[in-house]
T-cell receptor, first 118, second 115 residues
Framework: AQKITQTQPGMFVQEKEAVTLDCTYD???????LFWYKQPSSGEMIFLIYQGSYDQQNATEGRYSLNFQKARKSANLVISASQLGDSAMYFC???????????????FGKGTKLSVIP | ETGVTQTPRHLVMGMTNKKSLKCEQHLGHNAMYWYKQSAKKPLELMFVYSLEERVENNSVPSRFSPECPNSSHLFLHLHTLQPEDSALYLC??????????????FGPGTRLTVT
């Protein structure tokens, strides 16, 4: 089974509107972390936001927020007030465990291509 | 220079060539990573170095050989590659060991084409 599932290969959003990118995950480890990265056409992966499995509140970073629903194992990214520069691939990733060699590994989803329409 | 840099940005090589990819991080991190990104596939972790020691090697073929001479530099030596090795190779760094979670910061990648 896939550990990270992003069901939306592509999404369109009107400029200045909000958009939600879906991510579900699968793990039996009680300690894990969830990440979102943005990859513009230039190729660089840009870290956006992080949510820890024990965090009580949803993470927020500027226009990015993470809608964390632990029981449903979902960690959706919400981008508010979309801008043309938000057009990119977006990847959800998970780190399992909190220590040891395995905890260095991030497992990535296949990504969602977001296109912002002027 | 700031962040994570990678050279070259683009590389075309024949199957019998030997080449090396270079990564340098200017963030004071002590863990570095090599990832492979192929078309229509999730990002795959290849190698992890922490404090210059390899801590992860995800069943990568021996034609890929990493080297980490210090905590700021990471190399990926390539020899006798196959066309299916054509991909974007991304380097990343993070703080560690991970008593807490640390995000990884990525370089711009090297686009490798094997002919």
């Amino acid at each position: 089974a896939q550990k990270i599932t992003q069901t939306q290969p592509g999404m369109f959003v009107q400029e200045k509107e909000a958009v939600t990118l879906d991510c579900t995950y699968d793990t039996s480890d009680p300690s894990y972390g969830l990440f979102w990265y943005k990859q513009p056409s230039s190729g660089e992966m840009i870290f956006l936001i992080y949510q820890g499995s024990y965090d009580q509140q949803n993470a927020t970073e500027g226009r990015y927020s993470l809608n964390f629903q632990k029981a449903r194992k979902s960690a959706n990214l919400v981008i508010s007030a979309s801008q043309l520069g938000d057009s990119a691939m977006y990847f959800c990733a998970m780190r399992e465990g909190s220590s040891g060699a395995g905890s260095y590994q991030l497992t990535f989803g296949k990504g969602t291509k977001l296109s912002v329409i002027p | 220079e700031t962040g994570v840099t990678q050279t070259p940005r683009h590389l075309v090589m024949g199957m019998t060539n030997k080449k090396s990819l270079k990564c340098e991080q200017h963030l004071g991190h002590n863990a570095m990573y090599w990832y492979k990104q192929s078309a229509k596939k999730p990002l795959e972790l290849m190698f992890v170095y922490s404090l210059e020691e390899r801590v992860e090697n995800n069943s990568v073929p021996s034609r890929f050989s990493p080297e980490c001479p210090n905590s700021s530099h990471l190399f990926l030596h390539l020899h006798t590659l196959q066309p299916e090795d054509s991909a974007l190779y991304l380097c990343a760094s993070s703080q560690g060991p991970p008593e807490r979670v640390y995000e990884q910061y990525f370089g711009p990648g090297t686009r490798l084409t094997v002919t």
